[in-house]
T-cell receptor, first 119, second 115 residues
Framework: ETGVTQTPRHLVMGMTNKKSLKCEQH?????MYWYKQSAKKPLELMFV???????ENNSVPSRFSPECPNSSHLFLHLHTLQPEDSALYLC??????????????????FGPGTRLTVL | AQKVTQAQTEISVVEKEDVTLDCVYE???????LFWYKQPPSGELVFLIR??????QNEISGRYSWNFQKSTSSFNFTITASQVVDSAVYFC????????????FGTGTRLLVSP
């Protein structure tokens, strides 16, 4: 496997189910991201992990719970979702950043996404 | 606050036509980065270009070219001699120099190239 992979590619779940989305990167990166892509809305950054530490939680409801056990894997645990949570969930990775590292920017590489439908 | 506007929701062209995708951004920061990504039907975002705010030189890469103008806060993308394989959704994005690489995306422009 190369690049960023996501499983499953498609998921249909009821509002009372608990499921998890998985992301794995094979690029040697240290930062990982979850984005939500809803129809006719901009991609929204949900969470950022930098060297396994969560550095960003963009006001995401608690029914979404991220987990980053190591720099290569990122999970998004889902429970008690709502139909409006149906969207494409994209994972990305990049080189990690150190606070105060200056003007560097590390390109983000995206996975193919998980298409989630909440019934 | 940062914002990216892609006013064109969908553009349809015939193969071999040139097409320009517009992007206007807002930020109060003096140091920032601008990007274009392509999202084909398979779903993943494919990186096309990154520009930092101090580099206003236009860039050409094959059939792709980008026009960055700070005076109008625009970063437009032109595809010359479009091909069916160019059909995709194209996103413009902005990131500040925060060290944590938060991308702010526009709503995207869907490009349909017909034979």
């Amino acid at each position: 496997e190369t690049g960023v992979t996501q499983t499953p590619r498609h998921l249909v779940m009821g509002m009372t189910n608990k499921k998890s989305l998985k992301c794995e990167q094979h690029l040697g990166h240290n930062a990982m991201y979850w984005y939500k892509q809803s129809a006719k809305k901009p991609l929204e950054l949900m969470f950022v992990y930098n060297f396994k530490e969560q550095t960003e939680n963009n006001s995401v409801p608690s029914r979404f719970s991220p987990e980053c056990p190591n720099s290569s894997h990122l999970f998004l645990h889902l429970h008690t979702l709502q139909p409006e949570d149906s969207a494409l969930y994209l994972c990305a990775s990049s080189q990690g950043s150190y606070r105060g590292s200056g003007s560097s920017y590390n390109e983000q590489f995206f996975g193919p996404g998980t298409r989630l439908t909440v019934l | 606050a940062q914002k990216v506007t892609q006013a064109q929701t969908e553009i349809s062209v015939v193969e071999k036509e040139d097409v320009t995708l517009d992007c206007v951004y807002e930020t109060r920061d003096t140091t920032y980065y601008l990007f274009w990504y392509k999202q084909p039907p398979s779903g993943e975002l494919v990186f096309l270009i990154r520009r930092n705010s101090f580099d206003e030189q236009n860039e050409i890469s094959g059939r792709y070219s980008w026009n960055f103008q700070k005076s109008t806060s625009s970063f437009n993308f032109t595809i010359t001699a479009s091909q069916v394989v160019d059909s995709a959704v194209y996103f413009c994005a902005l990131s500040l120099n925060t060290g944590f690489q938060k991308l702010v995306f526009g709503t995207g422009t869907r490009l349909l190239v017909s034979p």
